[in-house]
């Protein structure tokens, strides 16, 4: 078996800037990250930005040791008018290298512009083949909003029924919007998951509270041993969203990717 990819997301680091956030996942022992590309959210990296502002990125990246290995490029996948901007969001995944692009089925952090039946929402992901193969990248489906509980993912992912898409099953998300544990919901959909969002969870289960891994409720015990019982080697990428008030600075956001990296090397995982 490889050795299993662990990284970071970037926008762990939302609100401050690109290099803070690359600078402070090399800093914590990260060799790999994940780029965010999340309109009107976290732009760490943009179709719309100057190929000077990404080359700055990319050289960033080779000074740092790290690899970006995915990108967060959230659109609404079921609104046909966004499927132009998702496939420049796999062009820039393509540019920077990355073998895996994550995407939720609606927004992730706008309002959805369109709704769509499971036929049609299978019938526009496989629009996007073809992108995805020229630039050797794996799509892999978020669970986020009405479409948070493995169940309901595996089933889309199933209609499409293609290698190229897959499911990211976020151990946070599907408290918050499914109201499912992941530690047992993660059984319904095992077969197709092979990216995840470690993202522990404190407080009420719908309030957006998302701390250091090691510091919430989240059972990742149960979840890293079903994942060898599987022989299931997905990658993990760190997510840490705080509170709705955010971090209160930047060394904050900075020690809780540290204690996540202390956390997964106390459970026997090499960073």
Known sequence: MTERIIGVNSNCYHGYSIDQALEGIAAAGFRFVE???????????????????????KDKLAALGLTAFSMSGHCNLMDDQRLGDFILNIRLAGFFGCRYIVSSIGEAHLKDNATAGKEHLAKNIRSLLPYLEQQGLQLVLELH?????????NEIVKL?????????????????????????????????????HLKDKAGARNAWDFPALGQGYVNFDAIFQKLRQAGNNAPFSVEIEFTQEGPKDLAQVNEAVRQSAEYLKAHGFSL
């Open 160 to 196: 499409v029924d293609s290698p190229l898409v897959k499911i990211n099953y976020d151990t946070a998300n599907c408290i918050f919007y499914g109201d499912v544990d992941p530690d047992r919901d993660i059984d319904t959909c095992m077969e197709n998951v092979t990216y995840l």
């Open 145 to 153: 909003g009405d479409h948070a509980t493995g169940s309901v993912m």
């Open 35 to 57: 780029l965010t590309a999340t309109k009107g959210w976290t732009e760490h990296v943009f179709p719309d930005q100057s190929f000077q502002q990404l080359c700055a990125v």
